[in-house]
């Protein structure tokens, strides 16, 4: 973003010192939050499913996987940036809490669904051909104005707070399991959490759009004039502590009345979630002070330059330096490589999903320009992805899924959003609902098509090494 601002505008964006501030503030939130997580959820709950998963009981082990999915997504944090977005951008027709309950329970439904999955053997590639098949087929039957905000959520769905526990879950299970393999079984979690809301979601629109009087605009109710800053400090902290809540009763009600066990640190497990809800209400001031005027402001400079070729850019380079640094990829490559005995290199993987990213990005920006339909190019990418998974090797594909959910972060989500609203709102015929939205979704199928292509590449090379090695010996007999 510097490097636009400095070299390719030349110029200080208006209001510099509230964006720099914005920014700062995200950072020091992530920081906490992040934090926060490790010191408090993360371990209680990586201790409760290792101990549910050595009981080896299907009635714990499945609740456990619901609730902890439908907690962990309602109070993630790039979900509540694009469902306020959805809000604002539909006039009160999208309900931004009804459309982050929606998610949540389809990732709590399909937590359940996977790990029954791991427990019973079904293998991952025919559920997602025939899951994906439902998605094409609802997005030709969906409104236009919610088929790109269906497909941003499956991507914003697993992240940060999600992505460690469910893998954790995943591999857990495949690791206990007699017959179970750690790398076809284990993973896919994560690539079913970022499907199922997608159909979740595109109903969601069918019933809204259909049957749903038109919404209201949303405007600022004047409570920031009003309350003094410590009393609007205290409103919203109280608004963030009740999102975060139902993730925090989970992972206690599990500890105390299902395993009936206290808790190892209770004083620093109670500053933890102390920060998570502190390090969650920076990260939602900082987006509306810095990153998200930030995203608007650049997609009106760059569209007043008239270069096309210096909008795709910007998309492509923010989109391969975030994901080269996100946490969650670099968290998945690495167990990955450890799974694989090294067969599969953690720095390979990255690079591929951070250009698979760069790719998508750039598609989905080309997309808004020239004004082409979302469904068709999107549909056609997927399909793409359906005749790659058929040809590749069935044990890399749970993983390729996988790391298209792990591309996005809290910081990529709010900016890539706000490019595409900003985009769309700078374009002349172009609507900020159905254009705006949508770039997380090609972020998010882009690095599938990247791995799995990788992974043919890779069986093609040993059929021919083997082919040669066989015509060696051949001659050599």
Same mark, same amino acid.
Request: glycine share 12%.
């Given at each position: 973003m510097a490097l636009f601002q400095l070299v390719v505008f030349r110029q200080v964006p208006d209001d510099w010192y509230a964006i720099l501030g914005g920014l700062v503030i995200v950072a020091v939130g992530i920081a906490l939050f992040l934090e926060g997580l490790e010191r408090s959820v993360f371990?209680?709950?990586?201790?409760?499913?290792?101990? &549910?998963?050595?009981? /080896?009981? &299907?009635?714990?082990?499945?609740?456990?996987?619901? *609730?902890?999915?439908?907690? /962990?997504?309602?109070?993630?944090?790039?979900?509540?940036?694009?469902?306020?977005?959805a809000?604002?951008?539909?006039?009160? =027709?999208?309900?931004?809490?009804?459309?982050?309950?929606?998610?949540?329970?389809?990732?709590?439904?399909?937590?359940?669904?996977?790990?029954?999955?791991?427990?019973?053997?079904?293998?991952?590639?025919?559920? *997602?051909?025939?899951?994906?098949?439902?998605?094409?087929?609802?997005?030709?039957?969906?409104?236009?104005?919610? /088929?790109?905000?269906a497909y941003d959520s499956g991507g914003v769905t697993t992240n940060i707070v999600t992505v460690p526990l469910i893998a954790a879950i995943g591999?857990?299970?495949a690791s206990?399991?007699?017959?179970?393999?750690? %790398?076809?079984?284990?993973?896919g979690l994560v690539a079913l959490c970022v499907m199922v809301p997608i159909v979740g979601v595109q109903l969601y629109g069918l019933v809204v759009y259909q049957f749903g009087s038109p919404g209201e605009a949303v405007v600022a109710n004047g409570t920031e004039d009003v309350l003094p800053w410590?009393?609007? %400090?205290?409103?919203?902290?109280?608004? @963030?502590?009740?999102?975060? %809540?139902?993730?925090?009763?989970?992972?206690?009600?599990? =500890?105390?009345?299902?395993?009936?066990?206290?808790?190892?640190?209770?004083?620093?497990?109670?500053?933890?979630?102390?920060?998570?809800?502190?390090?969650?209400?920076?990260?939602?001031?900082?987006?509306?002070?810095?990153?998200?005027?930030?995203?608007?402001?650049?997609?009106? =400079?760059?569209?007043?330059?008239?270069?096309?070729?210096?909008? !795709?850019?910007?998309?492509?380079l923010i989109g391969f330096a975030a994901t080269m640094a996100e946490p969650a990829l670099i968290a998945i490559a690495e167990e990955a490589e450890e799974i694989s005995e090294k067969r599969l290199r953690a720095g390979t993987l990255r690079?591929? @999903?951070?250009?698979?990213?760069?790719?998508?990005?750039?598609?989905?920006?080309?997309?808004?320009?020239?004004?082409?339909?979302?469904?068709?190019?999107?549909?056609?990418?997927?399909?793409?992805?359906? !005749?790659?998974?058929?040809?590749?090797?069935? =044990?890399?594909?749970?993983?390729?899924?996988?790391?298209?959910? @792990?591309t996005t972060s809290e910081i990529t989500v709010p900016l890539i959003t706000a490019l595409g609203i900003g985009l769309a709102a700078a374009v002349p015929g172009r609507d900020m609902l159905v254009d705006g939205f949508g770039l997380i979704a090609f972020a998010s199928v882009g690095p599938v098509i990247a791995v799995l292509s990788y992974a043919l590449l890779i069986r093609f090379s040993s059929v021919r090494a083997d082919s040669s090695r066989t015509d060696v010996e051949s001659t050599e007999a």
């Open positions: 371990p209680v709950g990586k201790s409760i499913t290792n101990k &549910l998963i050595r009981s /080896a009981s &299907l009635w714990k082990i499945l609740p456990f996987c619901f *609730l902890i999915g439908f907690a /962990a997504v309602i109070a993630e944090p790039a979900l509540l940036s694009v469902a306020d977005q809000e604002v951008v539909s006039e009160g =027709q999208v309900d931004g809490f009804v459309f982050r309950l929606v998610i949540a329970v389809s990732v709590g439904a399909v937590m359940v669904l996977g790990a029954l999955r791991v427990f019973l053997g079904w293998p991952l590639h025919r559920m *997602l051909l025939i899951g994906y098949g439902v998605v094409l087929i609802l997005t030709v039957s969906s409104p236009p104005e919610i /088929a790109s905000l591999i857990g299970m206990s399991i007699t017959g179970r393999s750690r %790398l076809r079984d284990g993973f410590w009393l609007d %400090l205290m409103v919203g902290l109280v608004y @963030v502590g009740r999102d975060v %809540l139902p993730v925090i009763l989970v992972v206690l009600f599990f =500890q105390f009345v299902i395993l009936r066990r206290r808790l190892g640190n209770p004083i620093q497990a109670t500053v933890g979630f102390g920060m998570v809800v502190l390090g969650l209400y920076g990260f939602i001031v900082g987006l509306e002070l810095g990153l998200i005027p930030m995203g608007r402001q650049m997609a009106e =400079q760059l569209i007043e330059t008239d270069r096309m070729f210096l909008v !795709v850019a910007f998309g492509v690079l591929l @999903v951070a250009c698979g990213v760069a790719a998508g990005i750039g598609i989905g920006v080309l997309r808004i320009l020239t004004g082409a339909p979302f469904g068709l190019v999107i549909a056609g990418l997927y399909l793409l992805a359906m !005749v790659l998974l058929l040809l590749a090797p069935k =044990q890399h594909v749970p993983l390729a899924f996988d790391l298209g959910g @792990v």
